[in-house]
């Protein structure tokens, strides 16, 4: 049984977004929920209840009000809302006007503040000039740009005009750009001749050049200015916004297209995923107010890039009259205090991480809550990998009970989490505290028939509003059917490895297809990870389990990143499988255990193990892995030399 970290508050009913829901419910329903476990029960047997209720009590405006809550209840093609027209934007824009909305930081220029009356009027000015351009309803708008004030005020503007939204970080090469854009053929780019990265001007102009080249769509190319690096033959941004303010934003139907979001390209080209307007307006104000307990005067500092969902997710703090916090740069530079320091300065009331940044400021020896006054934070978000059992009592040790540690996996798929927590649900260690409101999900077997216990899929049984619209370009739903409802016709197959206690906490093990399968037992990665990297000498890890065709028990194979100046030798070795052992099972100890100068990760942080595993099964690299999405590009080469048998 895991420790019990952080119980649920005795006022969580008076203090927190979801105990106001929770009495809200009871009162207009007739219901009695004592727990969370109540009212997660209650929002997934009764939708159009749930839905409603989330509507209702947080404030989404119906332009035209739908004839229902669920029309066609059936996955794929669940119809939320029928008839209901809104906008996303109108919701976003909608603070006091002289309270802050955006603040950002970044390595390239001074630090920047928009009031909420300074976004709306740019919004208004944004929304005017892309009008000029001729931006109509249904156009793609694509932003080759960093974590910027500009950016949001463009997808806000774009957004506005029923227009669809895609964007992608400036890190990215022209090839990985161009897969993804490519699919949706935009009418204009947005972007920048270049940034800041840890003290150096990184010049992307070429590369800038290269999509102009390879978009023959678009017709407008307007450069925001950041940096020394200047894009010639292109609309300046004060120029776009040059224009008399239109203030507004179109009423559009509930599912029509927001933004176009792509999954990470490390196992082929991209999926082009169309989230709707109404979907992620309800989903992200579900979750921001009752998860992450957002509200206005709070303020929401979360790294991300542009390329990834936690970007459009930390906008829509804005729908809860939430300030949010843009970081632009490298998020260790000069130093992991950065990010710690920044939350201080600015007051956050909710500071997300990635789990490896957790991990690296307790490797680091770091005291956050001591060295700075963090008093405003309520919540410590994590996300994009599994955090260890010792990320969770490091932050317990550092922070105490007052602060909810809030873990949570989900994905690009939904632009939301699956399971994470809540301030109506307890902390264990090492667990994530349970299935997010509104969403069905459960382990099961090979058979499809749940687990509980026991390492199994992860599925959703039933419809939620942020699943997809479809994918861009895939006319007949074909892709969209075989990529997550082909497993279990109607149920949606997430591709995660799950375990679900009895109490409803939940453990994910990793992809469902880097799951390793060792004599007929399935092993989750992520319990791998777990014990090796937490020996002192190993920085970093990776497990592959190549099968036998032949029906042997196949190879299970451990690359190490030995920490700095650590050599891999016998004694190491034999600390780690002794560790694997002892902590595990035998069936986890690997057969071989190797040294790789960098473990790959894509520029989310997550461990590539299955291009790994292409690799050493003899794929071209090329063929499984775009350079451009790995956080070290030459990550791959040393797996290259191991499939080839020569020295790297």
Not at 149 to 162: N, Q
Not at 182 to 193: N, S, Y
Request: charged share 20%; with cysteine; aromatic share 8%.
């Amino acid at each position: 049984m895991s420790e019990l970290l952080r119980p649920v508050a005795d006022d969580v009913r008076e203090t927190t977004e979801i105990g106001r829901f929770v009495t809200a419910v009871e009162r207009g329903h007739g219901l009695t929920l004592p727990d969370y476990a109540a009212l997660h029960r209650w929002s997934v047997t009764e939708p159009e209840a749930f839905w409603s209720a989330v509507a209702t009590h947080l404030g989404v405006r119906f332009d035209t009000p739908p004839r229902a809550v669920l029309g066609r209840r059936g996955m794929p093609g669940a119809e939320w809302f029928p008839g209901a027209t809104l906008n996303y934007a109108a919701h976003a824009l909608d603070g006091p006007e002289d309270d802050v909305a955006v603040v950002a930081y970044s390595q390239t220029r001074d630090r920047v503040e928009l009031t909420w009356g300074g976004l709306r009027e740019q919004v208004a000015r944004a929304r005017a000039g892309l009008r000029r351009l001729g931006v109509a309803r249904g156009d793609r708008v694509a932003a080759y740009l960093p974590n910027l004030p500009e950016t949001v005020v463009a997808f806000l503007a774009t957004a506005s005009l029923g227009a669809v939204w895609t964007s992608c970080a400036p890190e990215f090469g022209a090839r990985s750009v161009l897969d993804r854009f490519g699919q949706v053929d935009p009418v204009v780019l947005l972007t920048v001749g270049g940034y800041g990265w840890a003290g150096r001007d990184v010049d992307r102009r070429d590369e800038v050049a290269a999509l102009r080249a390879g978009l023959p769509g678009v017709r407008h190319v307007v450069a925001v200015p950041y940096g020394p690096h200047t894009v010639p033959d292109a609309m300046t941004w004060d120029e776009l916004l040059a224009a008399d303010p239109e203030p507004g934003a179109d009423p559009v139907p509930f599912d029509h297209p927001l933004c176009v979001l792509f999954s990470s390209g490390t196992t082929g080209l991209p999926k082009a995923i169309v989230h709707g307007h109404g979907g992620i307006l309800v989903e992200h104000l579900k979750n921001h107010a009752l998860s992450w307990d957002l509200g206005p005067g709070d303020r929401i500092l979360w790294y991300s890039t542009t390329a990834w969902m936690m970007w459009n997710a930390l906008v829509s703090g804005l729908l809860r009259q939430a300030s949010i916090v843009l970081i632009d740069g490298n998020p260790a530079h000069p130093d992991l205090g950065w990010q710690w320091r920044l939350a201080a300065e600015t007051g956050a009331t909710l500071l997300g991480a990635s789990p490896g940044f957790l991990m690296a400021s307790r490797a680091a020896g770091l005291r956050p809550a001591a060295e700075h006054d963090l008093s405003a934070v309520r919540q410590i978000g994590a996300a994009g990998s599994p955090l260890p059992p010792e990320g969770y009592h490091w932050v317990a040790e550092q922070f105490g009970p007052e602060v909810l540690l809030n873990v949570g996996s989900g994905g690009t798929d939904v632009c939301s989490g699956i399971v994470q927590g809540s301030p109506f649900q307890p902390v264990w260690s090492g667990e994530i505290s349970g299935p997010c409101l509104g969403v069905d999900a459960a382990a099961v077997d090979d058979a499809g028939r749940p687990v509980v216990d026991e390492l199994g899929e992860l599925v959703i049984r039933a419809p939620m509003p942020s699943m997809p619209v479809g994918f861009w370009g895939d006319d007949d739903g074909s892709r969209y059917r075989d990529t997550y409802f082909a497993t279990w016709p109607g149920v949606w197959r997430h591709g995660d490895w799950v375990r679900f206690s009895a109490d409803g906490s939940a453990v994910v093990a990793g992809r469902s297809d880097a799951t390793l399968n060792r004599g007929g037992v399935r092993l989750g990665t992520a319990e791998f990870y777990r014990v090796v990297e937490e020996l002192p000498e190993v920085e970093d890890s990776l497990v592959v389990h190549l099968e036998d065709p032949a029906g042997g028990n196949g190879e299970l194979l451990l690359f190490v990143q030995p920490a700095d100046g650590t050599p891999l030798d016998d004694a190491l070795v034999t600390r780690i499988r002794t560790a694997l052992r002892g902590e595990l099972t035998p069936r986890h100890v690997p057969d071989r255990i190797e040294a790789v100068p960098v473990v790959p990760r894509n520029r989310t942080g997550k461990k590539l193990e299955v291009p790994v595993k292409r690799i050493l099964l003899g794929a071209a690299v090329d063929d499984v892995a775009s350079r451009d999405v790995l956080a070290d590009p030459t990550a791959l080469d040393a797996f290259v030399h191991f499939a080839s048998g020569t020295p790297a």
